[in-house]
C-alpha cells in the first residue's frame, strides 16, 4: 500500500488520551504488585523439579515398564503353550477317532460273519 505523506501525518498526530486511562493503568500496576506479593501457589509441574522426586519418577517409571514387559512375554509364553496343547488334543482326538473307526469295522465284520454263520446253520 501507498500512503502519501498527508495521511502518515494524521495517522501518527499526537492525540489526547482517553478519559479515565491514568486512573486505569495505576489500578492496573497495583493490581499487578499485589499478585506478585501474594504467595504463589505452586503447580504440580514445580513438583518434578526437585532432583529427588524426578529420581524417584524416573525409576518407578523405569520399573512399571520392565514389569509390563515381564508381564506381556509371560502372556505370550502362555499363549504359545496354549496353542501347542491344543494341537496335541486335536491329534489325540484324530488318533482315537481313527481308533473308533477300526473298533466299529471290526464289529461289523464280526457282526456280517455271524449273520452269514446262522444262515449256514439253518
Known sequence: MNYSEEE?????????????????VLAHVAMEKAAQ???RRESMLTFFTQP?????????LAGTLIAGSIHC?????ERAEGEAAKQQLMLALRIAGSKLQLAKAKV??????????RQVKE
Open 37 to 39: 506479593s501474594a504467595p
Open 8 to 24: 502518515l501525518k494524521r495517522a501518527l498526530r499526537r492525540r489526547n488520551a482517553p478519559a479515565g486511562f491514568a486512573d486505569r
Open 108 to 117: 461289523n465284520e464280526i457282526n456280517v460273519n455271524e449273520g452269514k454263520n
Open 73 to 77: 512375554r509371560n502372556l505370550q509364553r
Open 52 to 60: 529427588l522426586v524426578r529420581w524417584t519418577a524416573a525409576t518407578a
